[in-house]
């Protein structure tokens, strides 16, 4: 073989071999995340543990190659729609927060007590609001307190989609996702297990099935097999994270009725 064969084969070489490198790097290059969802939430003390804490952020973070999200939170203890539309477009009023941040979703969260005639007219007012910015209104349907179960929790349930389906927006129907959680006849351990010790508030479980319903219209995808919470068993974990994915695609089909 001559030089120049000799020198040509090398050049073979060298240039496959760059290839095999550059590909073996790529295997290695983790996937590209989608544009980071932001998000801001108005409600009241029902919210608190999911905004303080973290809890959508750290389970869309779990997520291989899911979008990140960003929450941010105007929540006043006890507050209704009605109260939040009346304080007017001050600063760090909820008026103010949607018309100056430019997010990609408003989450709006009623008080558990509401009637459907009261919730209706601001609902209405804030998602006109929010359309004028190009966000997206969801509705967020809390669980009722557990004095009021199961009736509370079936009017939550049924205003939701009632305006749900009136302003053509999605909802999180956590009323439902409890239900399918607790199951028939469910036992006082169980159920309490959800609750804060007033028994009217979300603990962590509650506040985490409320995240697993919320990251699910936010983004679309399962939060089945995403994180946990600290010291929560694999099969409650599992459990709620069930519970809030399947009662999202039965909502979400039913508001397309």
Sequence with gaps: MNMTSLNS?????????????????????????????????????????IVNNHLIENLAESSKDGPLIEITGCVKGGATLKSHWDAGTGPKSAREMIAGGKWDFVVLQEIYNIKEEDMRPYAVLFHDLIKKTGAQTVLFGTASIISDYPKGFERLHQAHMNIGKELGVPIVDSSYAYFKYLGDNPSAEKMEGLFAKDK??????????????????????????????????????????????????????????
Excluded: F
């Design 9 to 49: 084969t090398a050049a073979i070489l060298l240039a496959a071999l760059a290839v095999t490198q550059t590909w073996a790097a790529d295997t290695n290059i983790k996937p590209e995340r989608p544009k980071t969802i932001r998000v801001l939430m108005i409600g009241n003390s029902q919210c608190p543990l």
């Design 200 to 257: 009217a508030h979300p603990g962590m479980w509650g506040s985490y099935i409320y995240t697993c319903g919320i990251y699910s219209v936010l983004t679309g995808r399962t939060p089945v097999g995403l994180a946990a919470l600290a010291d929560m068993p694999a099969d409650v974990a599992k459990a709620l994270q069930e519970a809030a994915w399947t009662q999202y695609q039965e909502t979400m089909a039913a508001l397309k009725k």
